[in-house]
């Protein structure tokens, strides 16, 4: 988010510039606010987000906002005895952040909770600056995220199913467009409903061309199933560290950064494994407490790879001090989608960062692995890597088949296809015949068999 000047139309400069203006966009001046529901957190209701401090989910809050270049001038939790139909915030305390906006300037609250539309519009009106939930911050993040058509089509979608039972704000595009009567002033009945006939015509059109980009992507997905290496997927809390691990293991050099919803859209490379075996790893955008379910289409095109996997990791920042609660979120996630339902795919836990922890825990951890159970390991500086790498290869090997196959030296095609759906160990090339040692994974054992059933030697 950037604004373009202050009200007199100018910003103070400090690079010198003959008019003493720098016109070049300046980041929001923001104010968090994270409010804690004394009455939820005695009642104990089951939220995962009422198991952190309310200072972990301040602190989680800001990096949200840091996500998208705001400029925080102050962060405050906020003790709610009893929520306000009208504005949450009870009237004492909306006139104390009356006072602290325009006493700072700001451009923008962000509260970490979700606010109704009333609530939203009454707090803009009463405070006087732009104000968001965590919804909309979200939004932002994601629509400064996405990198592929699909990924911006779903956030666009996403925004406009969002903003559609919202149109009682007053600082949205749509009434900027048609020049709005500012902050006091609403759209009125009829330009409401407008709006909404205008939001649920662009909905109709992203949604046609999504369903496009989507049978592409099958055809693609298609292909690459007749392909035998298996699917790793990597997923985890936002900020656990998988795109950094992601790199390490492929080598490449996906977008990694110590910041919430660094990768939003989902990346595929071919790594080999240190007994020559190849797989497919898939990085995922990460997930996080309390996204609203209808956000989770803005992680379709991600979570069908996740579906498609033979093999899922959990990377968990097991340094975080909320690593635990992460890692319910993550996991309540995945059950909301079904994904261990339909996948049947196991989930392995990887215990990511550990060169942050005090060595003689970090000692420990490494002590204790063995076939079964988590994986410590530090994807920044390697540490850990090599027990990743056999849990893998250890896992796809139990599925796999190995055949010793005949074919005719003259039939090339039948040849190829054998490279489409097995992994050839070892070949040899006699005068009459070609015999190949191959591995066959549990997902290409029919296909292989209904090709090769005939030249099997030995299995």
């Not at 980041?27 to 952190?52: C, K, T």
């Not at 850990?384 to 088949?401: K, M, N």
């Amino acid at each position: 988010m950037e604004r373009k000047s202050r009200e007199d139309g100018s910003t103070p400069s400090k690079s010198g510039d003959d008019h003493g203006v720098d016109r070049r966009p300046q980041p929001f001046r923001a104010m968090i606010l994270e409010p804690v529901l004394q009455h939820r957190r005695d009642a104990g209701d089951g939220d995962l987000r009422s198991n952190r401090s309310p200072e972990a989910r301040l602190e989680e809050a800001v990096g949200l906002s840091a996500a998208i270049n705001l400029n925080i001038v102050s962060s405050n939790v906020v003790k709610i005895n009893a929520p306000k139909p009208a504005t949450l915030f009870g009237e004492g305390k909306v006139d104390e952040l009356s006072g602290a906006v325009a006493a700072e300037e700001l451009d923008l609250v962000v509260v970490d909770h979700p606010l109704t539309p009333v609530q939203q519009r009454n707090l803009e009106r009463r405070l006087g600056t732009k104000v968001i939930d965590r919804t909309g911050l979200i939004l932002e993040i994601f629509g400064d995220r996405a990198r592929t058509k699909e990924g911006k089509l779903q956030v666009d979608l996403a925004h406009l199913t969002w903003q559609k039972s919202r149109l009682v704000r007053s600082w949205t595009h749509l009434e900027r467009q048609r020049g709005g009567a500012g902050f006091m002033g609403g759209p009125g009945e009829t330009q409401i409903e407008a709006d909404r006939r205008q939001i649920q015509d662009r909905i109709l059109a992203l949604q046609k061309q999504l369903e496009g980009v989507r049978r592409t992507r099958d055809l693609h997905r298609k292909k690459r199933k007749k392909i035998p290496q298996p699917v790793v997927a990597l997923v985890g809390y936002t900020n656990a560290g998988k795109s950094t691990l992601f790199n390490r293991m492929t080598e490449s050099d996906v977008f990694a950064k110590d910041l919430l919803f660094a990768t939003l859209d989902p990346t595929l490379r071919k790594i080999k494994l240190p007994h020559g075996r190849e797989v497919i790893l898939s990085d995922t955008v990460g997930f996080i407490s309390d996204l609203p379910t209808h956000l989770v289409a803005a992680f379709r095109a991600t979570l069908e790879e996740v579906l498609e996997a033979d093999l899922i990791l959990h990377v968990r920042d097991i340094s975080h001090t909320d690593t635990d609660a992460q890692a319910e979120d993550v996991k309540k996630t995945l059950d909301d989608l079904g994904v261990s339902q339909q996948t049947g795919a196991p989930i392995v836990e990887v215990w990511n960062k550990i060169d942050c922890l005090d060595p003689l825990y970090r000692e420990k951890l490494l002590d204790d692995q063995g076939a079964e159970g988590p994986i410590a390991l530090s994807a920044l500086t390697g540490e850990g890597l090599d027990q990743l790498y056999a849990r893998i290869d250890a896992f796809i090997a139990q599925h796999d088949d190995i055949f010793t196959v005949r074919l005719p030296v003259t039939d090339g095609a039948l040849t190829a296809q054998l490279y489409q759906v097995a992994e050839v160990l070892e070949r040899q090339d006699r005068q009459e015949y070609i015999e190949a040692d191959v591995r066959v994974s549990d997902k290409q054992r029919g296909p292989f068999r209904s090709l090769f059933a005939s030249y099997l030697v030995s299995e």
